[in-house]
């Protein structure tokens, strides 16, 4: 016995099952800022969670790069239709900095280095998909790309993975990051289109 329907989808390009609605294939890796590309000095470069508590647990840029890091290789999807497969970077999961962070908060609002952010559900970042990434492809993260460290959060639409990133915010309430308070869908799953509000 056999799935009759199986056959008319046949042996399509595997990729396109891996591509969400909506999106196409890129091999360039495009530059999407609304801003200048900030310089961060790695001397005065810190990474800080600060919970709903006010409580806050900072890194610099030695003690991120002392901690055990891991290499992932995922899809990225960006809300202007490009999709981008197997990507590879290196950089700490989210869950080892938040391992000795006691929270309670629902709601994440991640912070960059020259004022862009983004809110996500805190378990977004939680169980491996998440990272602070300062490698891409073998080399340390272009600024252009986010350098010296940016958010990888490859799940959503890429607008959530917030270049230059200079902490996390753990917050009861959920509150508007810089795209999504200019329309774009708090969420932002690729798999279910939400690129606007409403969708
Ligand atoms: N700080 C900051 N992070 C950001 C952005 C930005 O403008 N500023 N743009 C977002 C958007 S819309 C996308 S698609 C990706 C683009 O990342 P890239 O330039 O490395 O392709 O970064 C996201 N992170
Ligand atoms: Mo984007």
């Known amino acids: 016995m056999g799935i009759v329907t199986r056959g008319f989808r046949g042996r399509r390009d595997p990729s396109a099952e891996k591509l969400p609605p909506g999106q196409y294939l890129t091999r360039e890796f495009p530059v999407l800022s609304a801003g200048p590309t900030p310089d961060i000095p790695l001397d005065q470069w810190r990474f800080t969670i600060r919970t709903e508590d006010g409580a806050e647990r900072s890194w610099t840029w030695r003690e991120l790069l002392d901690l055990p890091s891991e290499q992932p290789t995922v899809d990225i999807h960006c809300v202007t239709k490009w999709s981008k497969l197997a990507t590879r970077w290196e950089g700490v999961s989210v869950d080892t900095l938040l391992a000795d962070v006691s929270t309670s908060a629902r709601y994440a609002l991640a912070h960059s280095y020259g004022g862009y952010s983004t809110n996500l559900p805190l378990a977004d970042l939680r169980d491996g998909k ?28 890429f607008w959530k993975s917030a270049k230059w990133v200079s902490g996390i915010e753990l917050r009861a309430d959920d509150t508007p990051g810089f795209w999504e308070n200019l329309g774009y869908h708090n969420y932002g799953d690729p798999w279910r289109e939400q690129r606007y509000t409403g969708d």
């Open 130 to 157: 998440a990272w602070i990434a300062y490698r891409y492809d073998g080399r340390d993260l272009p600024g252009e790309h986010g350098g010296p460290a940016r958010l990888l959060v490859p799940h959503l639409y």
